[in-house]
């Protein structure tokens, strides 16, 4: 079967500023020797943005119940590599997608540090406001928040959020210290290293405690159980907070297991106006899900623009963007309604000019799999060393349905099963469980539709979902021509496969099996292992 | 008499204008030339890491209640 070819496309715009992206780094430093000079225009508005975000962190400790916070939790020193996060995100952009970029980041940014300020306020050691903590519910970080869509008076909490999975993109050795504590304490080491680490931070006592309720949820995998049992039993037991668990069906595309879904979201409901006192409001429950359907579309429509040869809203841009509006979000807060119609409006913008966010685009891939969280600018590297323009990826690969957004009596039914679905389609879990079809099929219909010539396959090796069918995607990838590059990693622990040692496996097939020389070869390897 | 008190006046408040904008002007480039400066040599990442090995030696010495 002979191999699918694309015709690169050399962007007929010259670069402005810093190419060889390589020269940043320090060996072995922890940051970098400086930041990115990209013109005039380009180095301002980045400057502008890091005010901002300078402005956004002086805010937050200027709380002094946030400061003791950071020293009371170890995971919050990862904290003081915010900025340099944005720069490893925004490496190579320049015009719009440096503003895409920003108007994503910065966002989070501010969205993360309100939580982080409603943590510690309501913690009991840190700021202790019993009445605040009422009102809080707990959330596990791979919880789909639909249930939370109608509790306007209510805030949705995630204690493993801040504490692992942004500590993790914003340092890549973050976890390292609650994996090895749940290790100590018998836990084994061949599980998946994300609930692991959750685990690791109850058993380490580094969780901060409040809140009237919690719920956890089998999503996005039975991982996700053995890390839930774990802080569950500290909550119920030692901290006196009860604990739903919110169980999602896991042949998620049978139309037969729909009663139930929608029958345990209405249980999760009952639960939470149970403990906190609160009754569901439909009128919030469907201005919530109008947002959840304009994200919808806007999703939509960059996959689509992904189609074409000028995809605008790509890469690092569409995955943590994608990730944090969908599932930690989903439809609650206003601003990413805004968001949403500005990110639009710059890629349409970009569109119609026919942009080009890297000197060359010599490839058009599919990234498939769970990705590495200590490398997730992994996607921008691709570009900018290899000119591989990841087009999407399986965590954005979500719900492209509308749901019920006018109140009606209908529709208030309706919204049990919407809730349930949107459970059900949790990133990553609506892959990884349902069967081959939503697994491996799936891909090979994404590559036809986005055109794409080449494949990226996550291999997270402790996650049995996916590896058991590593034979299965080189059969398809092979009987179709498409070349799939398998790239090992171990989520969220960098001393099993490190960042270079991701990057050399792209390294070696490229140059090996596809013959080609990168496009910037400062990139090709970088003394990174000590860095954020 | 009147019109040179006059004159003489306008003149001093011009002045004072004039200082204050060249004062607003060289304390905003000066903020923009040191903020710019630690924008553009990463001083700011540079310092935090700095601050992390303590951190972290200080969250080794905090009593933990760890346990399954």
């Known amino acids: 079967m002979a191999v699918k070819k694309f015709n690169k496309m050399v962007n007929p715009e010259k670069i402005k500023g810093d190419t060889r992206y390589g020269d940043l780094y320090k060996p072995h430093g922890k940051v970098r020797n400086r930041r990115e000079w990209r013109g005039v225009k380009d180095t301002l508005y980045d400057y502008y943005r890091w005010l901002g975000i300078m402005m956004t962190l002086g805010k937050f400790v200027a709380v002094p119940r946030n400061v003791k916070a950071m020293f009371r939790y170890r995971w919050m020193a990862n904290y003081l590599a915010v900025p340099m996060m944005v720069d490893r995100f925004t490496q190579g952009l320049r015009g719009e997608y440096l503003r895409m970029a920003h108007e994503e980041q910065d966002l989070i940014i501010i969205d993360v540090?309100?939580?982080?300020?409603?943590?510690?306020?309501?913690?009991?050691?840190?700021?202790?406001?019993?009445?605040?903590?009422?009102?809080?519910?707990?959330?596990?970080?791979?919880?789909?928040?639909?249930?939370?869509?109608?509790?306007?008076?209510?805030?949705?909490?995630?204690?493993?959020?801040?504490?692992?999975?942004?500590?993790?993109?914003?340092?890549?050795?973050?976890?390292?210290?609650?994996?090895?504590?749940?290790?100590?304490?018998?836990?084994?080491?061949?599980?998946?290293?994300?609930?692991?680490?959750?685990?690791?931070?109850?058993?380490?006592?580094?969780?901060?405690?409040?809140?009237?309720?919690?719920?956890?949820?089998?999503?996005?995998?039975?991982?996700?159980?053995?890390?839930?049992?774990?802080?569950?039993?500290?909550?119920?037991?030692?901290?006196?907070?009860?604990?739903?668990?919110?169980?999602?069906?896991?042949?998620?595309?049978?139309?037969?297991?729909?009663?139930?879904?929608?029958?345990?979201?209405?249980?999760?409901?009952?639960?939470?106006?149970?403990?906190?006192?609160?009754?569901?409001?439909?009128?919030?429950?469907?201005?919530?899900?109008?947002?959840?359907?304009?994200?919808?579309?806007?999703?939509?429509?960059?996959?689509?623009?992904?189609?074409?040869?000028?995809?605008?809203?790509?890469?690092?841009?569409?995955?943590?963007?994608?990730e944090t509006n969908y599932m930690a979000i989903c439809g609650k807060v206003p601003e990413f309604e805004k968001c949403d119609k500005k990110l639009m409006k710059l890629a349409e913008k970009a569109y119609k000019k026919r942009k080009m966010a890297a000197p060359e685009y010599r490839h058009r891939a599919i990234v498939w799999g769970v990705q590495s969280h200590f490398y997730m600018d992994f996607l921008v590297w691709l570009l900018n060393c290899w000119g591989i323009v990841p087009l999407t990826d399986m965590l954005s690969c979500i719900n492209t349905e509308?749901?019920?957004?006018?109140?009606?009596?209908?529709?208030?039914?309706?919204?049990?099963?919407?809730?349930?679905?949107?459970?059900?389609?949790?990133?990553?879990?609506?892959?990884?469980?349902?069967?081959?079809?939503?697994?491996?099929?799936?891909?090979?219909?994404?590559?036809?539709?986005?055109?794409?010539?080449?494949?990226?396959?996550?291999?997270?090796?402790?996650?049995?979902?996916?590896?058991?069918?590593?034979?299965?995607?080189?059969?398809?990838?092979?009987?179709?021509?498409?070349?799939?590059?398998?790239?090992?990693?171990?989520?969220?622990?960098?001393?099993?496969?490190?960042?270079?040692?991701?990057?050399?496996?792209?390294?070696?097939?490229?140059?090996?099996?596809?013959?080609?020389?990168?496009?910037?070869?400062?990139?090709?390897?970088?003394?990174?292992?000590?860095?954020w | 008499m009147k019109e040179r008190i006059k004159k003489k006046r306008k003149r001093r408040m011009r002045r004072k204008a004039f200082r204050l904008l060249l004062n607003l002007f060289l304390i905003v480039s000066g903020l923009f030339v040191v903020t710019f400066t630690v924008y553009f040599f990463n001083l700011d990442m540079k310092l935090t890491s700095m601050i992390e090995p303590f951190l972290l030696k200080h969250y080794d010495r905090i009593e933990r209640n760890q346990h399954l």
Not at chain 1, 300 to 322: C, H, R, S, V
Not at chain 1, 421 to 427: F, K, N, S
Not at chain 1, 496 to 520: A, H
């Open chain 1, 113 to 322: 540090a309100k939580l982080l300020g409603n943590l510690f306020r309501g913690d009991r050691r840190i700021g202790n406001d019993e009445e605040f903590s009422k009102i809080n519910v707990l959330v596990d970080e791979n919880e789909m928040t639909a249930v939370m869509m109608g509790f306007p008076n209510l805030k949705s909490t995630s204690r493993e959020t801040p504490s692992t999975y942004v500590s993790v993109l914003l340092n890549q050795h973050a976890a390292e210290h609650y994996i090895d504590v749940a290790q100590e304490f018998g836990l084994a080491g061949d599980v998946c290293p994300m609930p692991e680490a959750e685990a690791g931070v109850s058993i380490d006592d580094d969780a901060p405690i409040l809140g009237a309720c919690a719920i956890q949820c089998n999503t996005t995998c039975d991982g996700s159980l053995l890390g839930n049992g774990v802080i569950s039993e500290r909550l119920e037991k030692e901290d006196g907070i009860p604990v739903f668990q919110l169980p999602a069906p896991l042949r998620h595309k049978e139309e037969d297991v729909q009663d139930y879904a929608a029958e345990e979201i209405r249980r999760a409901i009952r639960f939470i106006e149970e403990h906190t006192g609160h009754k569901w409001d439909w009128d919030y429950y469907f201005e919530c899900a109008r947002r959840v359907n304009i994200a919808t579309r806007c999703r939509n429509e960059w996959l689509d623009m992904n189609k074409t040869d000028y995809p605008q809203i790509f890469g690092g841009n569409l995955a943590l963007y994608t």
């Open chain 1, 402 to 531: 509308m749901i019920a957004e006018t109140d009606t009596p209908e529709n208030r039914e309706q919204a049990y099963y919407d809730m349930a679905m949107l459970t059900e389609e949790m990133i990553m879990r609506n892959r990884t469980h349902g069967g081959y079809k939503v697994l491996l099929d799936d891909l090979f219909e994404f590559v036809e539709e986005f055109n794409a010539d080449m494949i990226i396959l996550w291999e997270h090796i402790t996650c049995k979902a996916l590896d058991g069918m590593h034979g299965l995607f080189e059969d398809k990838a092979r009987e179709r021509g498409i070349p799939l590059i398998w790239v090992d990693h171990q989520l969220f622990d960098p001393r099993v496969i490190s960042r270079q040692g991701v990057r050399d496996q792209v390294n070696q097939y490229m140059r090996t099996v596809m013959q080609e020389e990168p496009l910037d070869p400062t990139l090709e390897v970088l003394d990174d292992e000590n860095s």
